[in-house]
């Protein structure tokens, strides 16, 4: 069985200290993991370094905060 795990952030806090542990457990059990991540870091070379699948892709964020990052919507759609 294949299954794909998500992480936003590339940083090896706790979250990803235990997606890292899981998905390690999983694939020692015969499951398929592939990971997918938002940013290079620290998180990449430790799923590199246990031979688990990690592809990064470019993420734009949403999120808005305040007045300034309102007006630069249009410019985030374009990019």
């Known amino acids: 069985m294949k299954i794909l795990f998500i992480t936003h952030y590339g940083r090896l ?29 620290e998180i990449v070379r430790a799923f590199k370094k246990k031979e688990i699948d990690i592809k990064i892709i470019k993420s734009i964020p949403w999120i808005v905060v305040g007045l300034r990052e309102y007006l630069f919507v249009p410019f985030r759609i374009l990019r």
Request: proline residues 3%; positive net charge.
């Open 13 to 41: 806090y706790g979250a990803n200290r235990s997606l890292l542990d899981l998905v390690y457990g999983l694939k020692n059990k015969g499951i398929e993991p592939h990971v997918l991540s938002f940013e290079k870091g």
